[in-house]
């Protein structure tokens, strides 16, 4: 999504659009995050002004992801929500100044020209926006680290068919070394 400077004024504005999720399945395929996919555009919702030279944007996205649960490994949809703030400032004339673009300010964003780009922000948000550990549930009992059974919805296959209970009690001696 871009704008054009000259249209952001004092007066506070509202926008609602939806930005495509190709772009952010590519850097998901590439990333560090890959056990994400987008399923469909981001939905965003924000409002703008312009304060003295500043740009001001600030919202919510929104978008449907399907995870990769990090301990069942099945699949799982979400709804990812963020909200964000952006600030953009005129580009410092000088290359001096342009050195310290990265600055402390991790809001500030500069833009030149006469339009400013919210799409790579954005992107990124929608990104941030990805627990780092995806989870299908909070409580998900993940997979059995001897028969591969899904705790969710399957009884693990582990206890023996002699269903000796000696020796069940010995696996369990053997599954509390085995987590800690
Ligand atoms: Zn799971
Ligand atoms: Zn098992």
Do not use: W
Not at 5 to 23: G, M, N, Q, R
Not at 149 to 159: F, G, H, P, S, W
């Amino acid at each position: 999504m871009k704008l054009r400077v000259e249209d952001i004024t004092e007066e506070v504005k509202y926008l609602a659009f939806s930005e495509p999720e190709e772009e952010v399945n590519h850097l998901l395929r590439q990333g560090p995050v890959c056990d994400y996919q987008l399923e469909g555009p981001v939905a965003v919702e924000l409002s703008y002004y312009r304060c003295g030279t500043e740009l001001i944007f600030q919202g919510a996205l929104s978008a449907s992801a399907l995870g990769v649960c990090g301990r069942c490994a099945e699949s799982y949809q979400a709804v990812n929500y963020r909200e964000f703030r952006f600030v953009f400032a005129p580009a410092p004339a000088s290359s001096s100044l342009e050195a310290d673009a990265s600055g402390e300010d991790l809001e500030l964003t500069y833009y030149n020209g006469d339009t400013v780009d919210l799409s790579p922000l954005l992107r990124e948000q929608v990104i941030l926006s990805l627990p780092i550990r995806p989870l299908c549930e909070e409580n998900c009992r993940g997979l059995c680290a001897g028969c591969g059974a899904n705790l969710n919805r399957e009884t693990c296959r582990c206890a023996a068919p002699s269903g000796d209970p000696r020796l069940e009690s010995l696996r369990n001696l053997t599954r509390i070394r085995l987590r800690s």
